[in-house]
């Protein structure tokens, strides 16, 4: 089948799930060109091969909440491709997760995890359960019950899960300590664990870190210093926090965050004090983004169901938060401000009409398997440790972390640079990753 065929044929098939058939549909048409140069992968059929996943594993999730109410919840595991390492994906626990959206999610971490220059396939796993407002023991009850499940499907060189949206460091230890109770083992089967127990230093830090080294990568080949550049985030979890969190390093000015609800402007920046207060308030007090506004309001201002793009003035956009958070109109008035770079902490934050008019504007747009590949990484590298039985040091791991996103960026360059020096790093990401998945796909047969 030809490279467009496929994607109808996948679109007739898959009528319900807009969010994997847009994922797909952004890939297939990029790696159009390298496909047809090479005549076997279509008698292999491996475009339709690679699109839909080995396996999925779909179950009820039943537990006990607080006032003793028996609650059901979908649990899922995509297991989409492991053709170059182990199944490796986040866990995603939010209110909207459904078939389609881990579906792309395990598409595109295929793609990801291949430019990190490690051995991972790709995976994705959730549930609809959504851990806010929720008691500690009832996070931890649904976490019992979803491991209960899902055991006997993943290991340590099999499927290795982790952290995503609604599950951090707390959800993943509840879900490694079950798992270990029910396989009698303790090995890395999870990332993201605490570093008492095998947690890699610097995998809470790896995901915006790694985001902001990407950026650092593309303002180069433009001779651009980030310091002073104005930054708006989106999000206000884990990859929104530390990538803030670096950015106040380097000397950036970080002007907004957001959650569900709505965003934060700080028209001189957030303040060093005022990010801390933030960690606190999201890893501690488990509160709301306006509570920010609140506690400064001389200096934050709050915008209800607002998200950042219209409303902060900024250089460098970073959403951070989840899949199709910039629509068209909020790219036109990004671009219309001026923005020199968006590099996506989110997994396909940008919509295709937005990534059009990125990629028109010819602006440094980096898309989420590129720039956020730092957590993979670092999550790959705690594979690594969790084998050696050894541990490394946070500079250890930032250093790798730095070169593995100078290498990321390397590879974009190679496939996705076009003759007027413009590089386009969506076909870049999209074209690297997908070489290598197939090469190994065509040597190991049909599967
Ligand atoms: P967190 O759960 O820590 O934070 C998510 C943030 O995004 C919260 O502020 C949340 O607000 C907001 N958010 C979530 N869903 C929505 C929504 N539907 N509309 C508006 N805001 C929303 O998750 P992470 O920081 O880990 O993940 C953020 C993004 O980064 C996701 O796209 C994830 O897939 C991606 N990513 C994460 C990696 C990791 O290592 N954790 C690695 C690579 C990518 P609220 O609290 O109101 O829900
Ligand atoms: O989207 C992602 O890359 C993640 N949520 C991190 C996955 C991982 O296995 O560390």
């Not at 933030?278 to 400064?296: C, H, P, S, T």
């Amino acid at each position: 089948m030809k490279a467009t065929e496929v994607i109808d044929e996948l679109k007739r098939r898959f009528p319900n799930e807009p969010e994997y058939i847009q994922a797909v549909e952004e890939v297939v048409s990029s790696i159009e060109d390298v496909y047809n140069e090479h005549p076997e992968f279509e008698r292999y059929n491996l475009i339709e091969r690679l699109c839909i996943p080995d396996r999925i594993f779909s179950f009820r999730v039943s537990w006990v909440d607080d006032s003793g109410k028996v609650r059901n919840n979908m649990g899922y595991r995509i297991q989409h491709n492991n053709a170059i390492g182990p199944y490796k994906g986040g866990i995603r626990f939010h209110s909207s997760v459904n078939q389609s959206i881990l579906k792309f999610l395990a598409f595109e971490q295929t793609f990801k995890n291949s430019l990190t220059t490690l051995a991972m396939g790709g995976a994705k796993g959730g549930s609809d359960f959504s851990p806010r407002g929720k008691s500690d023991m009832e996070v931890m009850r649904f976490c019992q019950a979803f491991i209960a499940e899902l055991w006997r499907q993943i290991g340590p060189d099999t499927d290795v899960p982790a952290g995503d949206i609604g599950v951090g460091g707390r959800e993943v230890g509840y879900m490694y300590g079950y798992y270990k109770k029910m396989a009698r083992e303790f090995t890395g089967t999870f990332t993201g664990k605490g570093r008492e127990f095998g947690g890699s230093l610097i995998r809470p830090e790896a995901t915006g870190y790694g985001n902001c080294y990407f950026l650092l990568n593309m303002l180069a080949t433009r001779g651009i210093d980030i310091k002073g550049k104005r930054v708006a985030i989106s999000g206000s979890g884990n990859v929104a926090t530390y990538t803030a969190q670096k950015l106040q390093q380097l000397g950036a000015v970080v002007v907004s965050l957001s959650d569900s609800d709505g965003s934060i402007y700080a028209p001189d920046g957030l303040t060093h004090e005022q990010l801390e207060f933030v960690f606190e308030l999201k890893n501690v007090m488990r509160g709301r983004i306006r509570e920010v506004a609140e506690e400064y309001p001389e200096s934050v201002q709050y915008f209800p169901g607002e998200r950042p793009w219209h409303i902060a003035k900024c250089d460098i956009a970073m959403p951070s938060a989840t899949q199709n958070e910039i629509d068209g109109d909020d790219a036109r008035a990004l671009l219309a401000q001026g923005v020199i770079a968006v590099s996506e902490g989110a997994n396909m934050p940008s919509t295709p009409e937005a990534i059009k008019e990125f990629l028109a504007a010819k602006i440094l747009y980096a898309p989420g398997k590129a720039a956020n590949a730092g957590g993979v990484a670092v999550s790959g590298l705690e594979m690594a440790q969790n084998s050696q039985k050894l541990s490394w040091s946070a500079e250890q791991v930032d250093t790798k972390l730095k070169e593995i996103m100078a290498q990321i960026h390397k590879s974009c360059e190679e496939f996705g640079k076009e003759p007027d020096g413009f590089i386009n790093y969506v076909k870049g990401a999209n074209v690297a990753g997908f070489m290598k998945v197939a090469r190994a796909m065509m040597a190991q047969g049909i599967l």
